[in-house]
């Protein structure tokens, strides 16, 4: 075990988070990162109900008891999401580790997490975004570069850096 605020505050072995990659992170996949002591994170945004993704995030329970995270998509997407009811599934099914990402901290959800039990991640792409998610309650910030799936922006940090905050 290599211990480290993150393998602590996550319940994992390794301080290795498996990166939301759309379509490539399904539950074999994620339940493959987490078996491996590291966490895996369900993309949300690939299934077109929450029917379809409670249904994946059961699947994930039935391959690991390892912990594992799902990331709720705030970029602009092709056809809407209902963040609301991706979030509800994340309750009812007592997911413990929820990761956002997009340039603005979910603030109507952010409430949601922590009433829940949550540990809430945000992944952004600059430090006024991670300031704002740490303002707002967020236990890790992760701030990404050009690497971020096209998603960055011009100026972007070509880093990854991970931040425990409590």
């Known amino acids: 075990m290599f211990k480290t605020k993150i393998t602590e505050m996550l319940g994992i072995k390794y301080p290795i988070v498996g990166g939301t990659m759309m379509w490539v992170t399904n539950p074999e996949f994620v339940a493959a990162i987490s078996n491996a002591g590291g966490l895996g994170i369900l993309a949300s945004a690939m299934y077109q ?36 009811e991706y979030c509800d599934v994340l309750i009812e099914k007592g997911v413990k ?43 890790v910030v992760t701030v990404v570069g050009y690497e971020n799936g096209r998603q960055s922006f011009e100026g972007a940090l070509g880093i990854l850096a991970h931040t425990a905050f409590h």
């Not at 995270?69 to 092709?78: E, G, K």
Request: aromatic residues 8%.
């Open 49 to 84: 109900s929450k029917e379809e993704f409670a249904v994946a995030v059961d699947r994930i329970g039935e391959l690991t008891d390892k912990p594992f995270a799902v990331n709720i998509n705030l970029f602009p997407a092709m056809r809407p999401i209902d963040n609301n």
């Open 97 to 139: 580790i929820v990761e956002t990402s997009g340039h603005s901290a979910p603030e109507d959800l952010c409430g949601r997490f922590k009433e829940a039990g949550m540990v809430w991640i945000h992944k952004c792409v600059g430090v006024r975004y991670a300031l704002k998610a740490q303002s707002l309650g967020a236990d």
